[in-house]
């Protein structure tokens, strides 16, 4: 069963490039099956911070699968109410909502961003009805035995430390028709705090910053998650004083049989 690299807010314009290189090294030798990235590649959809993340992702082991995250579009200018979107495209032609298919497993990519809302902080992401429903049907396609994994930006489980943050709008409508569609893992980022934990059967694990600058209380990191027809182990890793990245504690889940899902 299937190894996930999952990496996420590399946030370049504020990468740190000791960082960006001893984290292509490691990805290398660790070979996962796919690397999953949840967004927030850039700090502010600059041209160069965009290019800079696309060598990045081309210098990654493939597959890749790459979803936007909230920095990946431009701050409060006309350009984010106009035209939000084209840089990202030229970039990451795949779109917003990709999909990759291995030997045993899934993996959607949901677009979790908003260029703007009745509220003050436009950070804030949001899945709707249409677009959940749209995700659960491509989820439900895949092979009975394939695990099923999501990957967005925005929190669909949070802690206490990250609470102030909010979850992502249609978190309980997405969880609830996600998991009925037999979904077995979401991957985020957005909080920079690493952690995984269950939700309605479906085990949520967030990834803290990769590479940046941007510390909120955890050291720069990633998770590498390996799954077989009994658990999900969720492994959190992070950067040593020495620029290494180093195992930091795991988490392990059991898989719940595909005939359950949505009723845990």
Known sequence: MPRILHLSDLHFGRERPDLVAALLAQARHLAPDLVAI??????????????????FVDALPPPVLVV?????????????????????????????????QGADFTV?????????????????????????ERLARRLEASAPADLRVLVLH??????DAGRHRGLVGGAALALRRLARAGLDLALGGHVHLPYAGRVNGVVVAHAGTSV????????????????DRARIVVEHW??????????????????????????D
């Open 38 to 55: 949840s967004g927030d590649l850039t700090q502010r959809a600059r041209r160069r911070e965009l290019a800079a993340a696309r060598r």
């Open 68 to 100: 936007p995250g909230n920095h990946d579009i431009p701050g409060v200018t006309p350009r984010r109410l106009l035209t939000p979107w084209r840089r990202w495209r030229r970039v990451f032609p795949d779109g917003f909502e990709p999909v990759l």
């Open 108 to 132: 959607v990519g949901a677009n979790s961003v908003r260029v703007g809302g009745p509220y003050l902080d436009w950070s804030r992401g949001r899945l709707d009805e249409a677009q959940v």
């Open 154 to 159: 925005h929190p669909l489980l949070l802690t």
């Open 212 to 227: 940046s600058d941007r510390l909120v209380g955890a050291a720069n990191g990633f998770n590498l998650l390996h799954a």
């Open 238 to 263: 992070r950067a040593a004083d020495d620029g290494r990245f180093v195992p930091d504690g795991r988490s392990s889940f059991p898989r719940r049989m595909r005939r359950e899902a949505g009723n």
